[in-house]
């Protein structure tokens, strides 16, 4: 172990001194992954100790033969397991935690974002990120999760964390390659490994390719001390979560009339509309409802629509009863068999203003053009 300790500290000073770049997360739930770029010398041994991670899991999630290798270059997929990847609860005495980032993409919002990586809780992402608004630009890189490696095997541990302006810079920057040199484990400190299962990538290897433009996951040391990460714990009731955010609950359901309900006169997001400027576009169609617990009592309508960007403030028809509402796009349609022929959806207290009794109707949306 002192001799592994001495090769990890050896090695710190070019791990930092490579062009580096922010850990990315890749895929959709429940197959998350980071990419990693094979340097001089590694092994699935030294690439399983880097992120915390049993080379038996590496190879097959590679669809690759763990005696087979792996060559200098080459572009293989770390899979996020609950071994590696926090999104919950607090990390092992043992353990250091490095941030994981998602890029937004367009026309997406907060839900989408949340489905997409484990259904991490939009509250949970907007805290870890200081985000208070409702929207999120494209291209925006958001920490969605945490890393989880052991202290004294994985050079991440020691390395300081980033700030929000040097992950923009290296995502935007070319990566350019460098020749990591990582310390092979003593017989002892690896059970299972063999000398076969140990010996380093070979030039005559054939070369994976990928087309993710983001190659191998290092970060950038600033400075700057790394922050204390707090994690919302697992078992926060569900109460509290739905009053610190202002998101509904999606449910593609209508909710039966409710007696507590007020009525808003369209809804509190009439005043946001009201202060765009320039023309308008209108846009025809179906329209469905989804079961939300807000605006019952506060008058904030949501809606799932794919025309503007999420946090925009849309008006809405009922082309049958003349009735308008103005709600908050909350996210794009999701991709599902459900939406099919939809425009919209709508939150249900929205449908109730709307005066709404069928579980679709037709509409026209108008919005600004920004």
């Known amino acids: ?15 930092a001194a490579a062009q580096n770049q922010p850990l990315l997360i890749q895929g959709t ?61 607090n990390p092992k005495a043992d353990e250091a935690l490095v941030p994981v980032y998602y890029v937004v993409h367009e026309k997406e919002g907060f839900y989408r974002i949340s489905v997409n990586n484990n259904k991490v809780p939009i509250v949970t992402v907007k805290k870890w990120n200081n985000i208070t608004s409702d929207g999120v630009n494209p291209g925006t890189p958001l920490i969605v999760g945490y890393l989880k490696v052991k202290k004294d095997l994985s050079l991440f541990a020691n390395a300081p964390a980033l700030s929000p302006d040097q992950v923009k810079t290296a995502i935007q920057q070319p990566t350019v390659k460098a020749n990591i040199a990582t310390p092979k484990a003593d017989d002892a400190d690896e059970e299972d ?7 380093p990538v070979t030039k005559a290897a054939t070369v994976v390719t990928t087309t993710t433009k983001v ?21 926060q009731p569900t109460k509290t979560v739905l009053a610190e955010t202002p998101e509904p609950v999606i449910e593609f359901k209508q909710d039966e009339n409710r007696a507590d309900f007020k009525g808003f006169y369209g809804g509190t997001f009439k005043t946001d509309y009201a202060k765009y400027k320039g023309a308008t576009q209108d846009d025809k169609g179906d329209a469905g409802i989804f079961k939300s617990n807000s605006g019952w009592q506060d008058g904030k309508y949501y809606c799932l629509y794919d025309g503007v ?13 003349g009735r308008i509402i103005y709600a908050k796009v909350l996210d794009a349609m999701p ?36």
């Open 309 to 321: 960007q999420a946090g925009t403030i849309v008006k809405i028809a009922d082309n049958t009863t």
């Open 1 to 15: 172990m002192n001799r592994l300790l001495f090769l990890l500290l050896f090695c710190l000073p070019l791990f």
């Open 193 to 199: 490994s063999t000398e076969e299962d140990e010996k």
């Open 29 to 89: 739930a429940p197959a998350l992954y980071l990419n990693h770029t094979v340097a001089a010398k590694e092994n699935y041994y030294s690439i399983g100790r880097l992120y915390n991670i049993s080379p038996k899991e590496i190879a097959p999630f590679n669809k690759l033969k763990l005696e087979s290798g792996l060559a200098l270059g080459q572009v293989i997929m770390i899979p996020l397991t609950d071994n590696n990847f926090l999104q919950s609860g």
């Open 215 to 235: 190659t191998a996951p290092t970060i950038v040391k600033t400075p700057t001390p790394p922050p204390v990460v707090t994690v919302p714990v697992k078992q």
């Open 335 to 370: 991709d599902m068999k459900q939406n099919e022929g939809l425009l919209l959806r709508i939150s249900s207290a929205a449908a109730q203003e709307l005066g709404v009794m069928d579980v679709k109707f037709d509409c026209t949306v108008t919005f600004y053009d920004k």
